[in-house]
């Protein structure tokens, strides 16, 4: 019996020690495993190879002024490429003007007629009056897309310069393009009334670029001569009129910084020759007429020149878009005075 109660305590007591116990380990434990979040660091989980540029870039950028393009190259690692905003869509243009014009006058011979031509090319001046310049028609009747990229052309140009930088610039190339005008004037001139202190000019670059077209330039008919198109109602002036490989032309001179190897690199320049010979052809100022155009475009360093033929089965598809522009400007004008009525 004793032996018995003996065993009963040893149970009880090991029972009691087993169950004091296990609330504390366990528990314990298992509470301090669920109170407690494991720490992560963010840093782990950035993709140090994908980005080891941008902290270089960074640490490169403490030690040099930035720059509006150090900006946007900063941006461009931190943001990514930007996303280009979309030119707006061309207009369609219709196939036909409604109010066509022939762009050649068959009262007015092709063949020269020596009687008649002028012994010294004409230099006619533009008489300001409200009827509108070829230039005016181009610049109020431009698409929605050329628009847009000049915008975007003029904005990234005072981005780089500033406002005031920006109307130096402009002024510079007009004062540039102005004084290359003058000296191709003087040089296809008989008379050659370039001024020594002028005498410089021929050495630019401008002048440099166009040697190649020059020679393929003979008989001069017009240079910086107002033409007015007595029925369709505009005027412009043109830069010359001369042979071009043997082709009577209408010429006109372009200034650029930028290549310009293609005719439709000119934009507009086009439409701006045609409306002159289309107007040449029916002033009758001018005893000739014109069939073809040639755009030159010119490098201010010196590069060969890029000269665009325009034959007259050419010029003929400009013609038909110009009389659209022309269409445009007047349905614009009438509107316009209307709303000043109201």
Not at 58 to 81: C, I, K, M, N, W
Not at 154 to 170: H, K, N, P, S, V
Not at 332 to 342: A, G, H, P, R, T
Request: aromatic share 10%; proline share 6%; hydrophobic share 35%.
């Amino acid at each position: 019996m004793k032996v018995f109660q003996t065993i009963c305590r040893q149970l009880q007591s090991s029972k009691r020690l087993f169950v004091e116990a296990a609330p504390c380990v366990v528990f314990s434990t298992s509470s301090y495993l669920r109170g407690r979040k494991k720490r992560v660091n963010p840093y782990e989980q950035v993709d140090q190879e994908k980005y080891s540029d941008l902290v270089k870039s960074v640490l490169s950028f403490r030690d040099h002024a930035q720059t509006p393009q150090s900006l946007f190259e900063e941006d461009a690692l931190l943001y990514g490429p930007v996303s280009k905003s979309k030119a707006p869509k061309q207009e369609e243009e219709a196939g036909v003007p409604q109010n066509w014009f022939p762009l050649f006058n068959p009262e007015k011979s092709i063949k020269p007629d020596l009687a008649r031509d002028p012994p010294v090319p004409l230099k006619i001046p533009l008489q300001r009056n409200a009827i509108p310049s070829v230039t005016r028609v181009l610049q109020q009747t431009m698409t929605s897309e050329q628009t847009f990229y000049l915008e975007k052309w003029r904005q990234r140009m005072i981005l780089e310069l500033g406002e005031d930088g920006f109307a130096e610039y402009t002024s510079n190339m007009f004062l540039q393009g102005k004084q290359f005008h003058g000296a191709l004037e003087s040089i296809l001139s008989p008379q050659g009334n370039l001024k020594e202190r002028d005498e410089s000019l021929l050495e630019s670059g401008y002048v440099q670029s166009v040697q190649h077209v020059l020679k393929d330039i003979s008989g001069v008919r017009a240079l910086e001569s107002a033409v007015k198109h007595e029925t369709l109602q505009y005027v412009g002036l043109l830069d010359c009129v001369a042979d071009y490989q043997g082709k009577l032309c209408v010429i006109d001179w372009k200034t650029s910084e930028k290549p310009k190897p293609f005719i439709r690199n000119t934009f507009d320049n086009p439409l701006q020759v045609v409306a002159y010979v289309g107007a040449v052809n029916h002033d009758a100022n001018y005893s000739f007429q014109v069939q073809c155009g040639l755009i030159v475009v010119a490098y201010k360093d010196g590069s060969p020149a890029h000269p665009h033929f325009m034959d007259a089965e050419l010029c003929s598809q400009y013609w038909a878009k110009w009389l659209l522009r022309l269409e445009e400007y007047t349905k614009k004008e009438k509107s316009q005075n209307i709303q000043k009525l109201d």
